[in-house]
């Protein structure tokens, strides 16, 4: 079974610029996670998609970070301008349901190291 | 709001010692609580799953415990191999004011054994 693909796996932008990150969940799963991490602490959620739908943007900076999944499988993250505190790692999980309480476990990819200079 | 901690940051053991990783958490209104492993350039691999209704839960050399009266949880490796030198994670899986299942991780420890 392959697992949940991400690219590219590294950028490096000036601020102000634009920026993309596309992930490719494992098939048939129906719940995709962006995660950002900062080095030195935890991924913290960004975004949460059930299918196509959004069902947790809490703590996307919407000012600037934007997000789809269209048709319900591949999303993309993009940020418009990138800021000197966006540099991290972009993590896209997947898991079949989102019911981590009981039968679901999530996969994670290997992540997209973003620098911002 | 819920808090994960994770105390060391950094530890570095000598091959073949026993040892233990510490996990604690503010609000124990959780599921469950799930260890990963996150290599360098690598996503995290899940290691243990505890349900809140378990205590601990063990998979080869690894075992967790949990006990959420005092929100604190402890991952014990046996016997360490140089293959373990990994940052480790733990996060608790609780409803949001959303109503989605969502995991709020701590923030790591880095792991290193010395051969």
């Known amino acids: 079974e392959a697992g949940v693909a991400q690219s590219p796996r590294y950028k490096i932008i000036e601020k102000r610029q634009s920026v993309a990150f596309w992930c490719n969940p494992i098939?048939?799963?129906?719940?995709l996670y962006w995660y950002q991490q900062i080095l030195g602490q935890g991924p913290k959620l960004l975004i949460q998609?059930?299918?196509?739908?959004?069902?947790?943007d809490s703590q996307l900076p919407k000012d600037r970070f934007s997000a789809e999944r269209l048709k319900g499988v591949d999303s993309t993250l993009k940020i418009q301008p990138a800021k000197l505190e966006d540099s991290a790692v972009y993590l896209c999980?997947?898991?079949?349901?989102?019911?981590?309480?009981?039968?679901?476990?999530?996969?994670f990819g290997p992540g997209t190291r973003l620098t911002v200079l | 709001k819920q808090e994960v901690t994770q105390i060391p940051a950094a530890l570095s053991v000598p091959e073949g010692e026993n040892l233990v990783l510490n996990c604690s958490f503010t609000?124990?209104?959780?599921?469950?609580l799930q260890w990963f492993r996150q290599d360098p350039g690598k996503g995290l691999t899940s290691l243990l799953l505890?349900?809140?209704?378990?205590r601990e839960q063990t998979s080869g050399r690894l075992n967790a415990s949990l006990d959420k009266s005092s929100g604190r949880s402890t991952l014990y490796i046996a016997a360490s191999q140089p293959g373990d030198s990994a940052t480790y994670l733990c996060?608790?899986?609780?409803?949001?004011?959303?109503?989605?299942?969502?995991?709020?991780f701590g923030t790591g420890t880095r792991l290193t054994i010395i051969p």
């Open positions: 505890i349900q809140s209704s378990q």
């Open positions: 996060a608790v899986i609780r409803k949001s004011n959303f109503g989605n299942e969502k995991l709020t």
């Open positions: 098939s048939g799963h129906a719940t």
């Open positions: 998609f059930q299918n196509n739908g959004v069902v947790d």
């Open positions: 999980a997947s898991s079949p349901l989102g019911r981590l309480a009981s039968t679901d476990t999530q996969y």
């Open positions: 609000d124990s209104a959780i599921y469950n």
